[in-house]
T-cell receptor, first 113, second 113 residues
Framework: EAQVTQNPRYLITVTGKKLTVTCSQNMNHEYMSWYRQDPGLGLRQIYYSMNVEVTDKGDVPEGYKVSRKEKRNFPLILESPSPNQTSLYFC????????????FGPGTRLTVT | GESVGLHLPTLSVQEGDNSIINCAYSNSASDYFIWYKQESGKGPQFIIDIRSNMDKRQGQRVTVLLNKTVKHLSLQIAATQPGDSAVYFCAERGTDSWGKLQFGAGTQVVVTP
């Protein structure tokens, strides 16, 4: 089954404790992206990647890091999480070809206390 | 499921009626627009897209209209069904980067019997 998987689905952590949210897709997509979703704000793009070893900032990259060492994986790293990073995070992927038919993962609910 | 928007505009539609969801976009240079649907507890799902050189595009039960003069996008859903209850987002892509997307805040559609 074609899908985007994220782990963990739920995470409660404390300020300053480094964490990684993994994202993996099995569709051989070149493009992958991370978003955060907060009430009333829609989705805001954190980082995106056009291909392996190519990453670019979205609208809200501060406090986040990403890497794209393999085509299928695009982990999101929070080196020193803060309470304002409490949010619902989505990973997405798509192929090139002019369409933004992005496939989204199920989301990761992160709470930073 | 997860609550994604506590203070979203809400459109209440009777089952069987047509729905019209509106979106004002910000960048007159945006060349590509997408509509997504997000059901409670799930990631967004692609519905339909349209390029800036078009003013109308139709899919299955959905039509997207683009008015570049007033920077307005709309999604029409024909014969609205209970399964159409969800939050709907528009997104735009600027011409500076293929990978960068900006989403609107979303509209909650509630289908009543």
């Amino acid at each position: 089954e074609a899908q985007v998987t994220q782990n963990p689905r739920y995470l409660i952590t404390v300020t300053g404790k480094k964490l990684t949210v993994t994202c993996s897709q099995n569709m051989n997509h070149e493009y992958m992206s991370w978003y955060r979703q907060d009430p009333g704000l829609g989705l805001r793009q954190i980082y995106y990647s056009m291909n392996v070893e190519v990453t670019d900032k979205g609208d809200v990259p501060e406090g986040y890091k990403v890497s794209r060492k393999e085509k299928r994986n695009f982990p999101l790293i929070l080196e020193s999480p803060s309470p304002n990073q409490t949010s619902l995070y989505f990973c997405a992927s798509s192929s090139f070809g002019g369409s933004y038919e992005q496939y989204f993962g199920p989301g990761t609910r992160l709470t930073v206390t | 499921g997860e609550s994604v928007g506590l203070h979203l505009p809400t459109l209440s539609v009777q089952e069987g009626d047509n729905s019209i969801i509106n979106c004002a976009y910000s960048n007159s240079a945006s060349d590509y627009f997408i509509w997504y649907k997000q059901e409670s507890g799930k990631g967004p799902q692609f519905i339909i897209d349209i390029r800036s050189n078009m003013d109308k595009r139709q899919g299955q039960r959905v039509t997207v209209l683009l008015n570049k003069t007033v920077k307005h996008l709309s999604l029409q859903i024909a014969a609205t069904q209970p399964g159409d209850s969800a939050v709907y987002f528009c997104a735009e892509r600027g011409t500076d980067s293929w990978g960068k997307l900006q989403f609107g805040a979303g509209t909650q559609v509630v289908v009543t019997p």
